[in-house]
């Protein structure tokens, strides 16, 4: 091999690593949301049931942060999880260690810590955020989930027709 082939071989391998790293630098932190279907269901998605006792999830909507003892951004982002749960009635922060519950690393597919997952109010997963959430995406799909939340529980006005209003 020449040396202008291997230089020409190095720059695209350092091309090509760099062009992955911005790639996986940009998907870091961003919500993405996990159901397709009607968000105004309330029963209980069975796989996130046994994360922890019924009583630890909230009334309106769970974020859900999964961490290990070494995650050195995992502090900040509980830090950001509390504040907002703090900030919103019926939201709560749910903190799971994968070096306790390794088997829920695979089940949920958590390939980075920490890993969020935001839970409607019937617990199934709304959506889920790979490193640290963005805040602005963070909050954005808080609102969505309690919107939802919302709507599914505001009472709905009886219809009227022309003619049947009283004075």
């Given amino acids: 091999?020449?040396?202008?082939?291997?230089?020409?071989?190095?720059?695209?391998?350092?091309?090509?690593?760099?062009a992955l790293g911005l790639l996986l630098r940009a998907r870091t932190g961003r919500a993405r949301p996990?159901?397709?279907?009607?968000?105004r269901t309330t029963?209980?998605?069975p796989t996130t049931a046994d994360l922890a006792p019924a009583e630890a999830f909230g009334t309106e909507a769970t974020l859900v942060q999964f961490s290990?003892?070494?995650?050195?951004?995992c502090p900040a982002t509980r830090r950001q999880l509390d504040a907002l749960a703090a900030a919103h009635p019926g939201v709560t922060r749910l903190e799971i260690d994968l070096a306790e519950r390794p088997e829920l690393a695979r089940r949920f597919a958590v390939m980075q810590t920490p890993t969020v997952l935001l839970l409607d109010r019937g617990r199934a997963v709304h959506t889920r955020f790979g490193?640290?959430?963005?805040?602005?995406?963070?909050t954005a799909a808080l609102d969505t989930a309690l919107a939802a939340a919302r709507a599914a529980t505001a009472p709905t006005?009886?219809?009227?027709?022309?003619?049947?209003?009283?004075?």
């Fill in 34 to 39: 996990t159901r397709t279907n009607d968000t």
């Fill in 157 to 167: 006005a009886p219809a009227t027709t022309p003619g049947d209003e009283s004075p």
């Fill in 43 to 45: 029963t209980t998605d």
């Fill in 131 to 138: 490193g640290p959430p963005r805040p602005a995406e963070l």
């Fill in 68 to 73: 290990t003892p070494t995650c050195a951004r």
């Fill in 1 to 18: 091999m020449t040396v202008a082939a291997a230089v020409a071989v190095l720059v695209g391998v350092l091309a090509l690593a760099t």
